[in-house]
């Protein structure tokens, strides 16, 4: 995203700080995220990174990455769990699980696959529907009423209607 602004590293060292300090389970896991790479540059963003990870934060997030040379960089520069945020189109360029994990990235991310594969499939359909008026041709590639009805465990809600009596109108 253009037009991104950081906060001072101290100002982020005092609000990280206070995460840590109000986190109530050891199971609540703190990362920390910097976009200073898009404002700043890669070094910076390592900087601050490094930072984090001596400030308590349990994994690192450096936010776009513009290539595989800065992942790199960014994995043999911070000894700490690592986090790549792949997607499609974005400022990082997409690589494997084994390929990041080599690269020392522990905690991938794919936050936008599913939308984009469900927003692509949906203006797939609709542009079908609008000029044919018919969705036949897509019959073979989504899901049958069956399956949905299975994914969503709707043979369980009909037992609790049951259980409870709510199949009745009343």
């Not at 490094?50 to 040379?69: C, H, M, Y």
């Not at 945020?85 to 991938?108: C, Q, R, Y």
């Not at 542009?127 to 069956?146: A, I, P």
Request: avoid cysteine.
């Amino acid at each position: 995203m253009q037009g991104k602004e950081v906060i001072s590293q101290e100002e982020y060292t005092e609000k990280l700080g206070a995460a840590i300090d109000a986190r109530q389970s050891k199971d609540f896991i703190i990362v920390a995220r910097t976009d200073a790479r898009a404002t700043e540059g890669l070094d910076s963003a390592i900087e601050r990174g490094l930072q984090n990870k001596k400030t308590g934060a349990d994994a690192v997030f450096i936010e776009a990455p513009r290539s595989i040379d800065e992942m790199k960089k960014i994995g043999k520069s911070i000894k700490a769990p690592l986090v790549a945020n792949m997607i499609e189109g974005g400022a990082t360029p997409l690589s494997s699980v084994d390929t990041l994990h080599k690269m020392g990235f522990n905690i991938i991310l794919y936050p936008l696959s599913v939308l984009f594969a469900n927003t692509f499939a949906t203006m797939n359909i609709l542009k079908e529907l609008k000029s044919n008026g018919t969705t036949t041709k897509f019959k073979n590639k989504v899901v049958n009423f069956d399956q949905f009805n299975d994914l969503v465990e709707l043979p369980k809600f009909r037992k609790l209607e049951k259980k409870y009596g709510f199949s009745k109108r009343e």
